[in-house]
Structures are given as structure tokens and as C-alpha cells.
């Protein structure tokens, strides 16, 4: 089945605009202060950090050329970007929480 018209392209901009949320929060959060890092501190980092690798990976995924026509990336590509959505507001939230 073929993928929508404008999924890739919705899919690439949304992971893009994700990324920058994500490091916003990291910015705002406080990334560079000098004090001694904490184990939440640790897991905010992790989980931030695992979301950009899943976001970054949407462009790479959607893009992958394939063999047959209707053989599109789009539902793997969705997944990665929701994994990242999940991973970024999880770390929020434990930031939040802390």
C-alpha cells in the first residue's frame, strides 16, 4: 500500500521540530551547571539522549530507498518518532518529578 502524499516529508519536519523541543528542554534544564550530576540527573540525560537517536534515525528510515514501489518505510518511520515523542516527555516528566 502506498504511503500518504506528504508523509515523508510531514515525518522528516515533525522529528526535526521534536529535535528542537527536545534540546530546548535540555538547554532550559540546565545540562551545563557545574554542580555534581545525581542519578536522576543521569537517567534525564539517558532517556533525552535515546530520544534524539530515535529522532534522528525517522529521516534516515523514511528515506532508505526500497525495492518494490509499495514497500515505503513510513510505518517503521512512525514508530521511531513516537518512540523519540515517548522518550523526550519521559525525560521531561522525570525532570519535573525531581
Known sequence: MRAPSGAVAGL???SAT????????LGYWGLYE???WSNADLVIVILALAGFA???SVPWIVTT???NDGDEKVIAA????A????????SVLV???T
Do not use: T
Not at 521534536?18 to 528542554?25: D, L, Q, T, Y
Not at 512512525?78 to 518518532?81: C, D, N, T, Y
Not at 518512540?83 to 519521559?90: A, F
Open 95 to 97: 525532570s519535573v518529578f
Open 18 to 25: 521534536m529535535f528542537a523541543v527536545g534540546m530546548a528542554f
Open 83 to 90: 518512540l523519540g515523542v515517548v522518550l523526550i516527555w519521559l
Open 54 to 56: 530515535a529522532l534522528g
Open 78 to 81: 512512525r514508530r521511531a518518532l
Open 34 to 36: 557545574p554542580d555534581a
Open 12 to 14: 522528516c519536519s515533525a
Open 65 to 67: 530507498p526500497v525495492a
